[in-house]
């Protein structure tokens, strides 16, 4: 993290374990951010504070690719994009 005001640099340790770390947006109220994550058996939705504590907010397996954090600015909600890649196929005969 760089503060602006003096140009200092801050390193946040996030969590072993979280996966790795792919779209970031900070929360709200400055008081941490929220980020997706990649895992071997997970696609994950994360909040973490400025400590670097890990709150998992969605695991949803592989069912969705998670990207684009996005908080509303009174804080209350958090829009993000799921992409999936389920499919069904039907087979018609004599068409």
Partial sequence: MLTLSDRTWHEIPVQPGSGELQDINWAADGKGFFVTSWLPDS???????LAGRVSRLVHNGHRHWMVNPWPSPDGKYLAFQAQSWDSNVWTIENF
Avoid at 43 to 49: A, G, P, Q
């Fill in 43 to 49: 696609f994950n939705l994360l909040y973490v504070n």
